[in-house]
Every structure is written in C-alpha cells, then in structure tokens.
C-alpha cells in the first residue's frame, strides 16, 4: 500500500524522480511505457512484475477511492443530490474490466468496440421512462467494463487509467461520453490528449452539465493543465517560509521549498532565487546543492539561472581588495559553462579579468606587477563602455556598478605599486625577452620600424594596393610590429591580425573558416578605435565555408564604407600545412578571390621565409607582391631600447657597456632585450648582497660578458631553432668557418644564402651576430 501511494505521489509530483527510478527497475522503460509489454522479462525481472501489478491495481481501485471522495464535495458545493445509482454501475463495471484484462489482452481495442456498441443498443431499445433504470444499469456496466479494458489499449502510465476512471466516475450517467472518451485514447493512445479531454470533459459534463459546458471545459483545462490547484499551496508556503524566516537564517528552508516536493511547478513561484542567494552566503554548500537539484531534478532552470546570477552579482559586488578580486575565480569556479543568460557574456569577462589580476600579484617586482595591471583595467574600461551601450538593463545595472568599483580598487593599487617600485633600491626590470610585445602592457618599449609601418600605409592607401610581405628572420620583431600598426599609422587603415599558427590547428576547411572568423571579429574588438563585427552566418558557414567567408567580408565592406582593412596573416607559411592536411586549395582559392573582387581588402603576410622558399603553387596565389624585409635594428633605435626602455628609466650603463651590448647583438631586438634583462638582475643581485650602492650602480662591458652564458642558456631556444632550420651543407659551412677556413669559391651558394639569412656577412668569414657564433662554438664543443 505504501509502495503505491509513493508510486502514486510521483507519477503526479516527482515524475523527474519517477522515471530515474523506472531506468533502475529496466534500462528501457520510460514513464509512457506499459511494463506488460514486457511481461516475458516478468520471471527474471521480481521488480518489473511488482510494478505492473500495482499500476495494474492502481487503475483499478483509485477511480472507486477518489469517487468516493469527490461525491460529498461535489453535492456540498453544487447543491445537487449526486447519482450514486449510476456512478456505482459504471465503477463496479470498470474494476470489472480492470480486473478481467489484467494487461494480458491482446484484443482489448475489439473488446472497447464491441461493448461501446452493446452499450448503445442498451439504450436504444431502454430508453423508455418504465425501463429507464434498467437502461442505466446495462449501459452503465457495458460501458463501464468498454472502459476498464480499453483503458489498457494503450496503457501508457498510470495517470490514463486513473483518469478514466475518476471521469468516467463524476461523468455517471453520461455513458455515452464516457465511451467515447475511452475509444478516442485507447485508438490515439496519447498521454497528454487523452489526460486533457479526459478530465476537461469530465468534469465539464460532470459538474456543469449542458448550460455551460465550453466555459466549464476551458476553465478545467487551463486550471488543470497549469496545475493552479497545487501552486496555491505552493503560492502560500513559500509566501510563509520567505516571511517566517528572516535574512541571515533562510539557509535553512532550502530543504523546505515547494520543488523539493513537486518537481513539475508550471507557474512562477516568488523569493526563492532571493532566498538561494542570501543562503549562499551562509552555506555555498547547501545554495549549491540545492541549485543542482533544480537543474538537474525539476523544471526549474530558469529560477537556478537567476540564482546563479545574483550568487554572481553579489559576490562581483562584495570585493573590497585586490586580494577579494584575486579569489573571485576560484570562488566561482562551479558556475556551468557556457554561462546563464542572465549573465550573458559580462560574467566571463570579469573571471578574465581576475585571473590577469592574480598574474600581476605573482610578478616578482612591484614595478613589474604596476605594469601587468594595466591589462585588467584596460579591460575594465572597456567592459564599462560596453554596459553603457547595451541593450539589457537588468545587466547593465547589474554589472556597470561592479565594473567601476573593480576600476577603482585597482587603480588605487596601481598607484601603491608605482610608489613601491619608485622607493624600491633595487632598478626596475623593464626589459621583456621572449614573446611579441603587447602595446596594452609593453607600452613604448617598442622601438624604431618607422620606415616599415610609413611603407605599410603608403602601399595600403595607393590606388592597387599590392599584395605586402613582411618577412625577417625569428624574433626581429615582426609580430610585435604587426600588434602596434594601428596605433602608428591613420585611422582610414583598419589592421586586423590573424595569427595563422592557431588557426592551422584545424583539420577541415570549415573549421578554418571559424577560425578566421573569430579572429578576425576579436582582432576588431580589440583596435584602439573599436570596431564591431557581425558574426558570419553560421548554416552557410557550415555548408560552404569559404564563399561564406567571401559574402560576410563583403557585408563588413559594405556597413564600413570609406575604411581600407589590412587583414594581416601572420605565420602565412601555416597555410601550407592546411593545403597538405585538407588536400585541398580552398584557403588560396579565398585568398586569390579577396585579392580580385574585394577592393576594400587589402592582404599582409607576416612569415621568416620568402616567397623563393614556397612550395612552387603559391606563386600563382600571390601575384603583385611588395616584400618588405624586417632586420636588425638601426643602432640609435637599439640605443633607444638599451638606455629608455620606458619613460624615466634612469641610466644604468657606462657608455662602454651600450657599445658592447650593441656589438654582441649586432642590434637584433630579442637579444639586446635578452641581454639588457640579465644586466638588471647582476646589478639587483649586487645591491641585494651589498656589492655595490644602488643610486651609483652601473653595468660595464665587463658585466655584460659575464651575463653571456646566461644568455646563451636563456636564449637556447631561439639559438636551437635558427641551427635546426639550416640545411647540412649550411651547418658543415659554418663548422668551417669556426674552426678557422676561408669559403671556397664552391661556397658561395650557401654563402648568399646564409647572408640573407643574416648569419654570415657577405664576405662569408664572419657571423653578423657574435652571440649566435658563440652558441655555435659551444654546440661544437659539446658534439
């Protein structure tokens, strides 16, 4: 009895909990399934068998309870004697059918026609006043018994038999439509028609009898189907726990809400998303368990969507410190990915923003840690500009208020940090060696390459802007270049940086077609001067990529007239590996296409070889282009870098010092960079152990030899992959060269090349940079 009242309970509150508890019982049977289909799994299966029989005494008894229950209701509200005469006729006749059937029929739609028809004979030949209860009784029992085995034509679960029986039970005398009703779902065999007409008609008949019917009929369904009997309950008792239980001690109703009851709520319920957040702060725990069981459990999502939203909100709203700001990516780690709606995009954005402001607390210097926070406030600014232009209220008011006091906690310890760095005794380390400078945070330390960027925007303003080349060796400076072109040439010119080694990862056309896509709207976003980008039709995208591509770059021209873009491929050299991985030149086909038809276009590769180095298909790809080479630095500029790195950088070198680190470096970029870097920390090493003062210390020639093995061990990768790149009989040349003979006239293939590769000068005797001749010697020493 237990076990069906529970079964009962769930089929009509729980069904989320009802059918992971079917899935345990049979991995294939769902709610809508009759378990008599598997009756042949009866023997082996004990808890199959017992479900079939209490659904099978569900349908049979439960009609004749609830009956039994709703008569006196009904006579007391309505006024009416009600007909028990004829209701306990067509009872006793469906829990004879119910019986009778048992689930094993397998004629039980034959056996409904039949009885419907007998039914309808009874009352044809018994329709006279004398005969009139006789009438009742045999249409009454025929139909009664038509309905307990046509119930089970198509027993989808055990709401439909319990339906036909509590209409068929308040319908009474109207066997008619009682017959009717159990044909029509028997044949339809749908759950959610037969339980609406079901009970609409009912109750509709039932109750209101032929004055109001269609009013009675929508009143039961809309009631019915939005389940209002059970949300006024509902209604009330999270109205009593919001009010009962005051802030700070509503943790402990979570337990209590209605969903952890009826797992099927239809309508809105108010608070409870208020009362997940104000638990949370007591209990994270409880709030999240509790935001889990909505989502996963009940039809909920929506109030564990706005839930998880205030959880943002408060916890975005409660940082006071740089180390509050610090936490809040651990702190909402748990948060599902992709984000709620009500978060949109803006949630993201700030666990960026926290993570770069962890970055900056883990530099090891104050200054070093100042400068690393310009990227979350850059960031923060920008958010901000965003909230005040969109759309959605609720999240710009959300938001817009964390954004600006986030801004203002950082710059105030922005300020801190600068003060630090100024009162610190140690000199600043503002060199960076490694990768490509990022304007937002390497601010000037970028310098010369005037002639490049002057060249870039001549070429792209002139009337057939050629295809560009930008070419160099590793680490001149190419990409850095590439990053600082739009805030070093006019705002006519809209360069857009793809970094073509990323995109290469991908293994089919179209997934390169989404990777250029998104570069591209993210490289807009990113300008000084942002622009934003319509995203590409994804269906056409997926369908054909490429004259996707062409179209959506076509409509980008189109909505900004009078702007050139500069769309710049960097590491172009990866399309080879797309062309080889695809067997297809759908990516050049693009390329030559953009080159012909989109005037407003313009093409820029960034690559360390030249079009001489290709594989031979790319020259009839790239017709009419301008090469232009990135070397070494021209010695003011790399005077510039070693002495002003950035503004106010006092002067730590002798003059000899500069003049040796010009020397060894031969004025490439990385490595004065790299060099500079390891100067600064012999000096701090020094002022740190009192081997020289800190307002007076300087590097000397001598310092800068003795950082050189240090270079060579920091630097080897760069080293190792210039040595890599050479071919044999380059590598014998050089091996030569060191050990102390003069090229030969055979040589001077590989000497032009080496010289173009700015290893050798055009002499063939010497290295142009000594440092990579001394890597060189010592790979040597230890073959």
Known sequence: MAECVRLLYWIYFKPFTFERWLRDIHPGLKPRDNPFDKQAEFRTSPRLRRYAGQILWLTAVVPVVTVLLVAPVYTLVSGESFKWFNNCVFLVGWFIGRVVDRGGNKNRLVICLVALFVSILAYQFLSGVALAVAGSVA?????????????????????????????????????????FSVVAVGVAGSVAVGVAVGVAVGVAVGVAGSVAVGVAVGMAFILGVLRVYFWLPELLWILTLFLLYPNGKRV?????????????????????????????RKNPIAARETINYLISSTNQQKVA??????????????????????????????????????LG??????????????????????????????????????????????KNAHVAVSFGNT????????????????????????????????????????????????????????????????????????????????????????SDIVPLLVDLQGAASATTLKGLAENLAQQIIEAARRLPRRVLLPNPDANKLAEDPFPALQTWLAEIEHNNSGKQFLLCLDEYERLGEVVKATSSRAPLNFIRNLLQHQRKWILLFSGSQELSELDNYWSDYLINTRALRMTYLHELEARDLIQQPVENFRDIYEPTAVDEIIQVTRSQPYLVQLVCYEVVELLNRDIRRNRREADTAKATAQDVQEVIPVVLERGDQYFRELWTSLTDSDRSLLRRIIYGETPTQQDKGVVRKLTRKEILTPEGNAFQVPLVQKYIEQLLEEE
């Open 403 to 490: 954004a600006q006091s986030w801004l203002t906690i950082l710059e105030t310890a922005q300020r801190t940090l600068n003060e630090q760095a100024q009162r610190s005794k140690e000199i600043r380390q503002v060199y960076i060696a490694g990768n490509s400078l990022d304007p937002e945070t390497a601010k000037n330390r970028f310098k010369g390459r005037i002639d490049i960027f002057r060249e870039i925007e001549t070429l792209a303003l002139s009337e057939q802007p050629p295809v560009l080349l930008l070419y160099g060796g590793r680490r001149t400076g190419k990409t850095s270049a590439l990053k600082y072109l739009p805030y070093r040439i006019g």
């Open 139 to 179: 249409g009454g029992v025929a139909i009664s018994v038509a309905g307990g085995v046509a119930g089970g034509v198509e027993r989808r679960s055990v709401a439909i038999g319990v339906v036909f029986g509590v209409t068929g039970g308040v319908a009474g005398g109207v066997a008619g439509g009682v017959a």
């Open 305 to 342: 969507a706005q839930a998880i939203s205030g959880i943002a909100v408060d916890i975005l709203n409660r940082c006071q410190r740089l180390s509050d700001i610090v936490q809040i990516a651990n702190q909402l780690a748990w948060i599902p990915s992709p984000a709620a709606e009500e």
């Open 252 to 280: 402990n109703c979570l337990r209590y809400l209605p969903p952890r009851f009826d797992e099927l709520i239809i309508l809105p319920l108010p608070f409870m998303d208020v009362m997940i957040v104000e638990a949370y």
């Open 345 to 390: 995009t803006v949630l993201p954005q700030f666990l960026d923003i926290s993570q770069n402001v962890r970055a900056s607390e883990e530099a090891t210097s104050p200054y070093r840690k100042y400068e690393l926070l310009n990227i979350p406030i850059n960031a923060l600014r920008q958010l901000g500009q965003s909230l005040a232009l969109t």
